[in-house]
């Protein structure tokens, strides 16, 4: 049961243009949702997070969407660097638990 | 302020072994929770403790479980291990329960052989 999709394993992307990675959920119930960036042998680190009572959140080069209709979120960085390559997760929380989307492989090219 | 920490970093198991994880949350953080990580699957969350209870637990098999202790440290035990046990297992910490970041350790990776 994925309440969590992120159906994009990987996306590539020239330096300096934006990188756009998609998540959807299931579950309307979901009222907080964040982003993770990981590394390679590191455990995510918190990038972003949005609450469900907004529709956009903003720090630095980095945009959240929310389309609460269509259950749907995204992530914007712009502009992409080389050190933006990692995996992206995205999560949907409600109440005690949250729950993580498979991740997607964003490379930056220079 | 020390991050979350796990040991060991790296283990190798056969099957049928059981396995103790460690994890130290960031001081303060009272909320704890672990997750497995595998190849296409994202973290899938384990459970998670607060103030020594056990408030949250995953679709996973009993043969997974855990327990916190009064400084919040947190261990996760498998036994029995199988071959589709191996993955990453991943412990974050946060200060208080509900929507909030989660602080991450840098994981155990545990292969079953």
């Known amino acids: 049961d994925q309440q969590v999709k992120q159906n994009s394993p990987s996306l590539s992307v020239q330096e300096g243009r934006i990188s756009i990675l998609n998540c959807d959920y299931t579950n309307s119930m979901f009222d907080y949702f964040l982003w993770y960036k990981k590394y390679p042998a590191e455990g995510p680190t918190f990038l972003i997070s949005i609450s469900s009572i907004k529709d956009k959140n903003e720090d630095g080069r980095f945009t959240v969407f929310l389309n609460k209709s269509a259950k749907h979120l995204s992530l914007h960085i712009v502009p992409s660097q080389p050190g933006d390559s990692a995996v992206y997760f995205c999560?949907?929380?409600?109440?005690?638990?949250?729950?993580f989307g498979a991740g997607t492989r964003l490379f930056v090219k220079a | 302020k020390a991050g979350v920490t796990q040991t060991p970093r790296y283990l190798i198991k056969t099957r049928g072994q059981q396995v103790t994880l460690s994890c130290s949350p960031i001081s303060g953080h009272r909320s704890v929770s672990w997750y497995q990580q595998t190849p296409g699957q994202g973290l899938q969350f384990l459970f998670e403790?607060?103030?020594?209870?056990?408030?949250n637990k995953g679709n996973f098999p009993g043969r997974f479980s855990g327990r916190q202790f009064s400084n919040s440290r947190s261990e996760m035990n498998v036994s029995t291990l199988e071959l589709g046990d191996s993955a990453l297992y991943l412990c974050?910490?946060?200060?208080?329960?509900?929507?909030?970041?989660?602080?991450f350790g840098s994981g155990t990776q545990l292969s079953v052989l």
């Open positions: 974050a910490s946060s200060l208080r329960q509900g929507p909030e970041k989660l602080f």
């Open positions: 999560a949907a929380s409600r109440g005690f638990k949250t729950i």
């Open positions: 403790y607060f103030s020594e209870t056990q408030r």
